[in-house]
């Protein structure tokens, strides 16, 4: 391909700008959503995500205390600083900072530059300087509290893990967490197995009937899930499993069996002839072959399916929405973010975007850490 | 109990009854009932090996049928009877639905996504598998672009949300439509007929790594040859593109889209998490939700036309299948 080379290189340029516009596109939503999680709360609201670097402009209202007021001149005089209010202690520990502009109605916060003077609603003038101080004089005494002062301040950009404590702790994902986990393992582990056998039985022994089951299975790998929840829900009521973790498990096991056994005998199909020839002639037995060549021969098909179904289950909203019951205790993450947070915290950005992170965290060290046997396993299932 | 004990409990009950299960009924199988040995030995032996398939498939086909194969014939019967359950009427429940429109635009939209989402995402992933492919970072490139597959339907909502958000402080849309100078901020998911559009993007986004995974390796697998023919008789990049390479995964390229229209026809997730089937963008698996737990008829008649439309891509499938085994 490298006969042209001038020509070559353009092509080259372009081939390596659309990739790179691609995978740009690809990530950045969830790049937004990183980003977004280590957020301040009043940051996220004020400026994008993409300019989390920068300082963000936020707006403040504060009412200092009177009873710093002195007379001069027959005016009355209140002077402090606004960055050493209780209000704003929270976001200026050190009592400093820089005013950008000041106001004092709270339509318009920023309406004055520092530095000048401004008339009060109720009479008598206010001047806040850059560094924060003001300087309030008026006919009248101070009662308790002065007027309400507003001022935006430009605040440096700040990072904080209290978001994720928030969720993990006070909303429930700390919980969520442990029952999407409690729901995954099994429901992982216990298709494996009974999958494996019957695979070995369709990949590599005879008997009348097999095309069919084969081809069944084939049919209902495309089963649609939503055929089976109300007949297997009645199902479960009735023998007493009702919604639970045990209904739950079952379910799983049943609608990722298709696909196990699907993975599995395509795999195990190509595995070499003469060796299971050969173990049959030294008298091996089925359970033997299977247990001591074929299983270990598997293990690249096992690990693939293991991977699709930890990430299936583990993302599953269906499923968890019907066969588990809905109490807070018993609800896995996704349920908790679409029925729980979304609806109860729609606006908190910063909280829903931790929330997602922590639920999104776990399937992509799994995916990163083991491509290469998800890569496998997909080929295995699709080209043949 | 709690859960994560019992899940242990279960995970060692299951994995030990698998085993004794396989284990007992062939020690039972050789040495008890048919024993290989005694006057019957070869009837015996032959017994058994008949026997044994049905051994190691029980479980599977135990739980298949219950799981997978019983509930579709369940669900159809439950959907030719009354919201309680009571009584037979027919078909009532799809006459009902027929009527009704909020399902006639659950089975627009979910035409749209058909049409929509398997096409975008297998020529997304094509064009991946196709452009990273001689590209010396192209495999950090894929890792990229498959990554979403890890991703749950509603973690990528989420994710998808802080890009449609309705202001230019959170929504990337519209503050990329704020710096082009838009004056007014816009909600694309309560834009009638195209938010449909904005939602298929997420299955879209989430797809495409899975297409190019699946086509990359199918490219690579094109005889050299052919490629290389093509190059000697001059066909330029687009060409051998288009010509060469293309018609040769042509059976791919249809598993990969076949594939993606049966996932577009189950996703309820998407639409329940960014819309809740509002403005307009229910399709039928997130209709289908709106029944679930009040009117089991309504629900499972809804099932059952999703079962319908699955039906040809099923049938097509077991011939492949069964053509492969011959």
């Known amino acids: 391909m490298d006969t042209i080379a001038g020509k070559k290189s353009g092509l080259t340029i372009a081939v390596n700008l659309t990739v790179a516009a691609l995978v740009l596109i690809w990530l950045i939503p969830t790049i937004g959503l990183l980003v977004s999680s280590f957020r301040d709360r009043d940051q996220i609201s004020a400026t994008g995500w993409w300019l989390a670097p920068l300082p963000v402009e936020l707006t403040f209202r504060i009412r200092p205390a009177g009873d710093g007021a002195r007379e001069e001149g027959g005016l009355h005089v209140l002077e402090g600083n606004v960055f050493a209010q209780p209000e704003t202690a929270r976001r200026f520990p050190e009592g400093r900072g820089e005013v950008t502009g000041f106001g004092v109605r709270a339509r318009l916060p920023a309406e004055f530059a520092p530095g000048t003077e401004a008339e009060l609603p109720r009479g008598g003038a206010v001047a806040i300087d850059a560094d924060g101080a003001f300087r309030i004089t008026q006919d009248e005494a101070f009662g308790p509290r002065g007027p309400t002062l507003y001022f935006e301040a430009r605040t440096p950009p700040r990072f904080t893990l209290e978001n994720y404590r928030t969720v993990l702790l006070a909303d429930g994902m700390g919980r969520a967490f442990i029952n999407t986990l409690t729901v995954t393992i099994p429901a992982t582990v216990i298709p494996i197995l009974i999958a494996a056998f019957a695979a070995y039985a369709l990949a590599w022994m005879d008997f009348v009937g097999r095309g069919v089951l084969i081809a069944a299975v084939v049919g209902l790998l495309v089963v649609p899930l939503q055929l089976a929840l109300v007949p297997l829900l009645s199902l479960h009521q009735q023998v007493g499993i009702g919604q639970s973790f045990l209904g739950i498990w079952l379910a799983h096991t049943g609608f990722g069996m298709p696909l196990a056994i699907y993975l599995l005998r395509n795999y195990m199909v190509g595995l070499p002839r003469d060796i299971i020839e050969s173990a049959r002639v030294d008298g091996a037995t089925d359970f033997q072959i299977f247990t001591r060549i074929i299983l270990p021969l598997s293990f690249p098909a096992l690990a693939a399916f293991a991977i699709f179904q930890f990430l299936w289950v583990w993302n599953d909203l269906l499923v968890a929405k019907v066969f588990l019951p809905s109490a807070t205790d018993t609800r896995v993450m996704t349920v908790t973010i679409a029925d729980d947070l979304l609806g109860s915290r729609g606006g908190d950005w910063e909280i829903l975007a931790a929330a997602a992170f922590v639920s999104i965290a776990v399937p992509l060290v799994v995916f990163f850490t083991l491509q290469r046997y998800l890569v496998r396993g997909l080929l295995a299932g699709s080209v043949k | ?326």
């Open chain 2, 1 to 326: 109990m709690p859960p994560v004990l019992q899940g242990l409990v279960t995970i060692a009950v299951g994995v030990f009854g698998c085993v004794a299960y396989f284990w007992v009924s062939n020690w039972l199988l050789d040495r008890v009932i048919l024993p290989a040995r005694g006057p019957n030995i070869a009837r015996n032996i032959a017994w058994a090996s008949l026997v044994r398939p049905w051994l190691f498939l029980f479980p599977a086909i135990f739980v298949l049928g219950l799981y997978l194969a019983w509930p579709v014939l369940g669900s159809f019967i439950r959907s030719l009877y009354n919201r309680a359950g009571t009584e037979f009427i027919g078909f009532g429940n799809y006459a009902d639905l027929l009527a009704e429109p909020g399902f006639r635009t659950a089975v627009f939209n979910n035409m749209l996504w058909l049409l929509v989402v398997p096409a975008a995402a297998t020529g997304f992933g094509l064009m991946a598998a196709q452009l990273t492919d001689r590209l010396r970072w192209g495999n950090l490139a894929k890792s990229m672009i498959f990554m979403p597959m890890a991703i749950s339907f509603v973690g990528a909502s989420l994710i998808w949300k802080f890009v449609y958000h309705n202001t230019a402080d959170i929504g990337l849309i519209n503050a990329v439509r704020a710096g082009l100078g838009a004056e007014r901020a816009i909600d694309v998911v309560q834009i009638p007929f195209w938010n449909n559009f904005f939602l298929m993007v997420i299955l879209i986004w989430i797809q495409t790594g899975f297409a190019m995974v699946i086509l990359s390796a199918a490219l690579r697998g094109i005889p050299e040859e052919t490629i290389e023919a093509a190059i000697l008789d001059g066909a330029g990049p687009f060409r051998l593109f288009f010509q060469v390479k293309v018609p040769q995964i042509m059976g791919t390229i249809v598993v990969v889209w076949t594939t993606i229209t049966i996932l577009a026809l189950k996703v309820f997730d998407i639409v329940y998490t960014m819309t809740g089937g509002n403005f307009g963008t229910h399709i039928l698996p997130s209709y289908m939700m709106t029944f679930m737990f009040r009117d089991d008829g309504r629900a499972t008649a809804v099932a059952f036309v999703i079962m319908l439309l699955v039906t040809p891509v099923m049938i097509w499938n077991i011939r492949q299948a069964r053509r492969e085994l011959r």
